[in-house]
């Protein structure tokens, strides 16, 4: 059975500052999906990881992959208040639909 | 990009009747298409994978005589919520798998079901 933890689960941090969100798993996974969400909203794909050491990079955001460790990271650079949200990592693969999620992290980013 | 419309946004429904909630995919064929279910400050949780033209993999707990997944065309799964109760209230979302290899889940925008 896929186990999935994300840490921390909540995270209040000052605009400006940097701050990692991390994400373990326990089975083999081949790929990992980052989300967002918003209060009442569906998931708005941010990130999809397909391989090991994979980084990818969308404006204050970084995700990261590690398949051997099994252990993603989102990292925030200077965070502003628009970041605030939940987000959620998805490990998926290894020759299977495994979908479990994090139990996700709320962001909040206050002045 | 790949969509997946999903309807109604949200449903009030009183105890004992049944709820429908479509599923479509435009701009691609959904084959699988997967159903979760999410309370409040919770995780998503999947309750059922479908298939086109097959039926539907309940996961554990799930009751499938509750929910009842059908999944005709390769665009469009329903979920119908039968004889729901105030417990079933909850917010559901559907996930159609898009591509091949380089597969992706595509959400829709989710349905906030109140039973009352």
């Known amino acids: 059975e896929l186990k999935v933890e994300q840490n921390p689960l909540f995270l209040s941090m000052q605009e400006g500052k940097n701050y990692t969100i991390y994400c373990n798993y326990s089975?083999?996974?081949?790929?990992l999906y980052w989300y967002r969400q918003d209060p009442g909203k569906s998931l708005e794909s941010l990130f999809v990881?397909?391989?090991?050491?994979a980084v990818k990079q969308e404006g204050r955001l970084m995700a990261s992959l590690d398949t051997k460790a099994r252990l993603s990271t989102l990292h925030i650079t200077a965070a502003v208040h628009d970041l605030s949200a939940t987000y959620f990592c998805?490990?998926?693969?290894?020759?299977?639909?495994?979908?479990?999620f994090g139990k996700g992290t709320k962001l909040s980013v206050i002045p | 990009g790949a969509v997946v419309s999903q309807h109604p946004s949200w449903v009030i429904c009183k105890s004992g009747t049944s709820v429908k909630i479509e599923c479509r995919s435009l701009?691609?064929?959904?084959?699988?298409m997967f159903w979760y279910r999410q309370f409040p400050k919770q995780s998503l949780m999947l309750m059922a994978t479908s298939n086109e033209g097959s039926k539907a993999t309940y996961e554990q707990g799930v009751e499938k005589d509750k929910f009842l997944i059908n999944h005709a065309s390769l665009t469009l799964s329903t979920l119908t919520v039968t004889s729901a109760h105030p417990e079933d209230s909850s917010f559901y979302i559907c996930?159609?798998?898009?591509?091949?290899?380089?597969?992706?889940?595509?959400f829709g925008s989710g349905t906030r079901l109140t039973v009352v």
């Open positions: 089975t083999t996974s081949d790929r």
């Open positions: 990881l397909l391989s090991n050491g």
């Open positions: 701009d691609f064929q959904a084959t699988t």
């Open positions: 996930s159609g798998l898009t591509g091949g290899v380089y597969y992706g889940y595509t």
């Open positions: 998805l490990p998926s693969g290894a020759g299977s639909y495994q979908l479990t």
